[in-house]
T-cell receptor, first 114, second 113 residues
Framework: DVKVTQSSRYLVKRTGEKVFLECVQDMDHENMFWYRQDPGLGLRLIYFSYDVKMKEKGDIPEGYSVSREKKERFSLILESASTNQTSMYLC?????????????FGPGTRLTVT | DQQVKQNSPSLSVQEGRISILNCDYTNSMFDYFLWYKKYPAEGPTFLISISSIKDKNEDGRFTVFLNKSAKHLSLHIVPSQPGDSAVYFCAAGLGGGADGLTFGKGTHLIIQP
């Protein structure tokens, strides 16, 4: 059974703080993704990575960065949190090749920036 | 421009009847389509998928139909059960999937007893 875990379920941060969201998967997946989910907007891709130390921008990368130092861990960084980054953040992973489409999601981190 | 559209924000269906969720897409390069189910405070879970070379895929109570000429897919749930009440996301991918998926906004399915 694939397990994707996220470091926090709920997080409250102040405007301007640096925020780290951690994601770990235990199935040796090459591909990892960060999405945010907002009401009425669905899931939107922030960043993704298909290998250690590799990163690619998704559809909405502004205000975010990522780090992938180990295969199993993919971190999302908010350099200076703003209120419009209040959202549900979802991490996902998938196999390479034909299995890449089927992504396995973590439980999400509900981030509130005040 | 939204490439994957779910035009019904919510859908209410009686228990035991058929639920039909619809999804339209604009990018003809998409070659794989998926449906995810999401309960509140949980991450989405994969439900069923279909490759663009097929027009139907079935898994138990769930069937996905793809109409490439209309750029339309639908998810049928028969019979609908109370545990099916959730938000359903349609997603599409291309080029092998490593570049992530494009999701619709979701449809909240409510199964009424």
């Amino acid at each position: 059974d694939v397990k994707v875990t996220q470091s926090s379920r709920y997080l409250v941060k102040r405007t301007g703080e640096k925020v780290f969201l951690e994601c770990v998967q235990d199935m040796d997946h090459e591909n990892m993704f960060w999405y945010r989910q907002d009401p009425g907007l669905g899931l939107r891709l922030i960043y993704f990575s298909y290998d250690v130390k590799m990163k690619e921008k998704g559809d909405i990368p502004e205000g975010y960065s990522v780090s992938r130092e180990k295969k199993e861990r993919f971190s999302l960084i908010l350099e200076s949190a703003s209120t419009n980054q209040t959202s549900m953040y979802l991490c996902a992973s998938s196999l390479p090749g034909t299995g890449a489409y089927e992504q396995y999601f973590g439980p999400g981190t509900r981030l509130t920036v005040t | 421009d939204q490439q994957v559209k779910q035009n019904s924000p919510s859908l209410s269906v009686q228990e035991g009847r058929i639920s039909i969720l619809n999804c339209d897409y604009t990018n003809s390069m998409f070659d794989y389509f998926l449906w995810y189910k999401k309960y509140p405070a949980e991450g989405p879970t994969f439900l069923i998928s279909i490759s663009s070379i097929k027009d139907k895929n079935e898994d138990g109570r769930f069937t996905v139909f793809l109409n490439k000429s209309a750029k339309h897919l639908s998810l049928h749930i028969v019979p609908s059960q109370p545990g099916d009440s959730a938000v359903y996301f349609c997603a599409a991918g291309l080029g092998g999937g490593a570049d992530g998926l494009t999701f619709g906004k979701g449809t909240h399915l409510i199964i009424q007893p």
